[in-house]
């Protein structure tokens, strides 16, 4: 393996002041968001989700962020799935975005619960067709399968089934999780490992805001 140890950079390109934090921590995201956006950082809405079974053995997986409101931060994927089964025993989760050209870090903590039946709905039938005949043919999800070709073929069946113009229904199994925010930390990476963090946490109604040592 490649010797690692002297490879580091420093981080210079911003500093992160209580000042300039909004109140509001998702509104603090969502300017961090745009600033990603503007940016041009490849998929800044990917972000890695924690979660824990029963047991307490950690596991993380890469997913899109398909939503932030002030009920939660949602993403969509199979019921069935790892993560799926962390959730049903554990209702909670953690998710972070890294968006490294910025040198910025940013995690949030909740409780999980699923999006209403409705909503799934409508977001199951914006996505690409494809992406639809995939989240039927992608099941269960995180368990198996004998080769590509078993896949590949029963994407095929699932195409002959509903071909391309016909309404694919939802899946039971398929659909999303809202993390419902009890805990926001935003990072600035800064030089000398001397970073610049704020933690969010419920306060009542609002926020109390925490510089953490870094
Ligand atoms: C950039 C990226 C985006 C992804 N988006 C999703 C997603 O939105 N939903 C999903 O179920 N899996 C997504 N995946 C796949 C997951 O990382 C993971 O492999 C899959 O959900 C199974 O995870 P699990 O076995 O931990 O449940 C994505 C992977 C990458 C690299």
Known sequence: MTDLTSMRISYTR???????L??????????????????????PYAMQVATANAAGRPSLRTVLLRGATPEGLTFYTNFESHKGLDLAANPQAEFLFYWAELERQVRAFGSIARVPDAEADHYFHVRPFESQLAAHASDPQSAPIQNREALEAKFAALHERFP????????????GYRLSVQEWEFWQGRPNRMHDR?????????????????
């Open 14 to 20: 911003a500093e992160l002041r209580r000042r300039d």
């Open 164 to 175: 391309e113009g016909t309404t694919i229904p939802r899946p039971q199994f398929w659909g």
């Open 198 to 214: 704020f933690r969010y946490t419920r306060d009542g109604a609002g926020w109390r805001l925490d510089r953490l040592m870094p």
């Open 22 to 43: 909004n109140a509001d921590p998702l509104a603090q995201f969502q300017t961090w968001f745009d600033e990603a956006l503007a940016a041009d950082l490849p998929e």
